[in-house]
């Protein structure tokens, strides 16, 4: 396998998928304090974490990114994430409305797993917009054309960088290979004429 973060992705963080609550050993765990939306209770959230081992825990979170790596759907403007509470799933993040079936895919996938014993299904179908359409394009545009982050560009598959907007406010997820690439996603994201505020970036440094 090659030693890039498109590998890596490819294995871990594609669409940045994230693991929060019992699975927080998992790999690039996103912050808690950006989740909103229904969580199981915490009575249950312990009974059904006791019913799995670690061991077990572990092979389930890998069983969900891969059902959720095959959604045939989701493109570089959506972003899917998710909880894992015992065997409870909770499913986060956006999707264009373009792309709003994928939100129903998701959940059907998840609920055919093993061991899944409920989906709470809180992702966003994000409303469809010309300001918003134009700021996907351009925000694209400027970090994927430019020299130094035109290497991200190589996986047509599973993009690295993902650039969610809603309402002229933009962010961007998933992993890139150091510092000095998130910077720059920042500023070459902040210099888009129509971008309202400042660009949040929760991207992750990966190295390969």
Known sequence: MRKTCCS????????????????????SPISASSVAGEQPGRGQSQMSSETLSPEAQQKLIKKIQ??????????????????????????????????????????????KIEGVDKVVNNIEVLPPGPLDDRLRR????????YGPLFKYSTDKVNPPIRIIVSGGHVTLE???NNETDKNLCTMR????????????????????
Not at 79 to 90: C, D, H, P, S, Y
Not at 138 to 145: M, P
């Open 66 to 111: 891969s059902a959720l790596l095959k959604l045939p759907y989701l493109g570089v403007f959506d972003n899917i994430a998710f909880l894992l509470q015992g065997r409870t799933v909770t499913l986060i993040g956006s999707v264009t409305s373009e792309h709003s079936q994928t939100k129903q895919d998701a959940e059907r996938a998840v609920k």
């Open 189 to 208: 994201a902040n210099q888009v004429p129509g971008v309202i505020g400042t660009v949040t970036n929760n991207l992750r440094v990966v190295k390969g």
């Open 138 to 145: 351009e925000v694209y545009n400027a970090i994927y054309s």
């Open 174 to 176: 998933g992993v890139v």
């Open 8 to 27: 890596v992705l490819v294995v871990v963080m594609t669409l940045s998928l994230a693991v929060l609550g019992a699975a927080k050993a998992a790999a």
